[in-house]
């Protein structure tokens, strides 16, 4: 095992190195390599940024004979700030993910299938794509045992590698005799020089109790029991979404996401929230005061002083979570001769799976934030078909006039990420962003793709409708019809509690599956409220999620099947889904059985229904869902004088025959 003491001190002497950072990439064009010129003014030369920090890994001691650049910042956030995209920098490659490595002579980014195209797209010669989910596809620790000599060293910062990452790739390369060094300074930060964004430091507000539902000072209480149970004495916090939620607190560090740079700790008598002084106000000071309990006095402290505030407890049972802890927290809890050895438990925190089970206060927040966010989408989308026609809509005036409409709604704070506006073959690449360089006209003839969402401060949204302005053709309804047909599936199922997400996932690919169709991404993923649009620890997908404790009532996730014609069209249906309780004939073991309640109430287009492929289930569902829609948002549009958007509304919200 790598000597944490070692690590440490590695570490410390680079303290005030930490962070620095990369900067925004725009995205490629949607249409293959070989037929779109545009796509190729999209790519980002990588050629002097490569030989520079080979010159780097050449004269580190010992010499370094690979270097990762993994997709996160020292908190593992999927969402980075500017200064954090180290391997955007490095690849042109902006997706938000991916791992590169690069050797004397290769350079390699493994991502997964929603960024194949747009990989393709903004990475140049210099780069070899390893599409993961592929047989063929080496991982990272098979590609590097392979292609190594015996007794070479592999870098990385392990600020940017979970514990779990580290000591599960360790593993891999001891075999081969091959070493996983911890280097001492981030190696791109250092390629990137004065050039870097600078690190967001705003400052970080309280959210109110009608909002979260739930005291700061009873959610300490109910993590200490947890801790009791698992005999932790301590638990640390490094998700920055676990602080925000776990504090009450908001901030705007990261584009989309209300959080802020933070580590929080918690032990039986005291919390500890470390933050730069600059972003903590007066009005956090107070809110951090208790109104009864000393014992929830919360202390606050130097953002940077946690890796030696941790090493005071040693001997005690430490709590680290698997998924956000860098292998530099571990590192701090070594053996010293005059001190007994930590106890550290690396699993998922009891606070990620509190913050992923809403209480009643946030269901409402979002049930009532839906709402306002569909008004907004109604109105965009009669705008959408008064405009199209005319031809001066692009993909770009598309998605600003619809961050306007939402604008207009109540608790409105932003946009929850970047809004996708694709047209025909853009909206190929799953997680298109268009830019001046891309950006095509929406048309009449071309199937049009938005994946959009707001932040409000009464929940999160996240939405995907697909629109056709024209006549579609028959390949695309079927397409349409069959993504809907499998999206009606997920939304009408019942399962047990506690049964695992990835379970689920097949009954969103039945209906494309039976003709030979399929998607590469996964269908849903959790969502915070009114904090990050992904949330951990469970989801949808065909990929197993160690964390994943099992479906429980309260929890929100997307419900998002699609198909992706490469060059041509990209179709998703995605609605956000609560967990409530089913009523089922039966209660087998006294399990209880559990199903989802649609969120998002938008109407799905008709325009691109086969009516033919459905069953009267899937019609009566349909059906059922529209007349919500029209009781839930005709009211707030009629209120708001909104008569376009209630017009479009009460038109696609007509039965189905």
């Known amino acids: ?57 050449a004269s580190e001691v010992p010499p370094l004979a690979a270097y990762i650049i993994p997709s996160c910042d020292a908190h593992h956030s999927e969402y980075l700030a500017s200064c954090d995209e180290r391997r955007a920098f490095i690849t042109g490659f902006n997706g938000s993910a991916g791992t590169a490595i690069v050797t004397a002579k290769e350079a390699l980014l493994w991502t997964d299938a929603r960024y194949f195209l747009q990989a393709e797209a903004q990475m140049d010669e210099n780069w070899t794509l390893m599409k993961e989910g592929q047989q063929d596809t080496l991982s990272r620790g098979q590609w590097l045992a392979e292609h190594l000599d015996s007794g070479a060293n592999v870098g990385v910062d392990p600020f940017l590698m979970t514990v779990t990452e580290w000591k599960s790739l360790k593993r891999s390369l001891d075999g081969d005799n091959i070493k996983l060094m911890a280097v001492k300074n981030n190696l791109v930060d250092a390629v990137w020089g004065l050039n870097q964004p600078e690190r967001p430091n705003q400052p970080i507000k309280p959210l109110e109790l009608k909002f979260t539902g739930k005291s700061w000072e009873d959610k300490v209480q109910a993590v200490r029991d947890v801790m009791k149970d698992k005999k932790a004495d301590v638990l640390v916090l490094s998700a920055l979404d676990d602080s925000a939620w776990f504090l009450n ?52 402290k130097p953002y940077e002083s946690i890796t030696g505030f941790l090493s005071s407890y040693r001997g005690k049972t430490i709590w680290l979570s698997n998924q956000s802890s860098q292998a530099l927290l571990l590192s701090t809890l070594g053996e010293k001769a005059d001190k007994s050895v930590n106890k550290v438990i690396i699993e998922c925190s009891p606070v990620t799976i509190a913050k992923a089970n809403k209480n009643s206060v946030e269901i409402n927040g979002f049930i009532n934030c839906h709402v306002r966010d569909a008004a907004a989408l109604c109105n965009y989308f009669a705008w959408l078909e008064k405009e199209v026609p005319k031809g001066t809509v692009t993909e770009i005036s598309g998605s ?69 302005f024209g006549t579609p053709k028959p390949f695309e309804k079927e397409c349409f019809t069959r993504v809907l047909k499998g999206q009606i599936k997920v939304a009408q199922a019942v399962f047990p509690t506690k049964i695992k997400g990835n379970y689920l996932d097949t009954l969103a690919r039945l209906a494309l599956w039976e003709v030979g169709l399929d998607y590469g991404h996964g269908t849903g993923h959790g969502v915070g409220a009114y904090l990050n649009v992904h949330e951990g620890p469970m989801g949808i997908s065909w990929r197993p999620m160690p964390d994943d404790p099992g479906l429980q009532v309260g929890m929100v996730l997307s419900n998002e099947p ?32 559990l199903t989802f309640e649609d969120l998002t109430v938008c109407p799905i287009q008709q325009k691109l229904i086969d009516p033919t492929l459905l069953t009267q289930e899937e019609i009566n569902y349909i059906n059922q869902y529209h007349q919500k829609c029209l009781d839930m948002v005709g009211p707030l549009l009629r209120e708001m004088g909104h008569q376009a958007g209630l017009n479009w509304l009460i038109k696609e919200t007509q039965p189905i025959g």
């Open 1 to 57: 095992m790598i000597s944490f003491v070692l690590l440490l001190e590695t570490l410390l002497a680079r303290k005030e190195n930490i962070y620095s950072c990369p900067p925004d990439r725009n995205l490629g064009n949607l249409q293959t390599l070989e037929n779109n010129t545009s796509v190729m003014s999209s790519v980002v030369r990588t050629g002097a940024q490569l030989i520079r920090l080979r010159k780097l890994m």
């Open 400 to 468: 600003d006039k619809l961050e306007a409409f939402r604008a207009e709604m109540e608790n409105f704070v932003g946009l929850s990420f970047a809004t996708i506006s694709s047209v025909g073959p853009n909206a190929a690449i799953i997680h298109y962003k268009a830019t001046p360089e891309t950006s095509r006209a929406l048309t009449t003839d071309e199937i049009y793709l938005v994946d959009s969402g707001g932040q409000y401060k009464d929940g999160t949204t996240d939405v995907t409708r697909t629109m056709h």
């Open 562 to 593: 699609g198909y992706y014609q490469d060059g041509e069209f990209g179709i998703r249906i995605e609605n956000l889904v609560h967990i409530v309780k089913a009523d089922t004939r039966h209660n087998f073991r006294d399990r209880g059985y």
């Open 249 to 300: 607190l908001r901030g705007s560090d990261i584009t989309y996401n209300p959080v802020f740079f933070s580590y929080t700790v918690i032990t039986q008598d005291k919390v500890y929230f470390f933050a730069n002084d600059e972003q903590v106000t007066k009005e956090v000071v107070n809110h951090l005061k208790p109104e009864k309990d000393v014992a929830n006095i919360v202390e606050i």
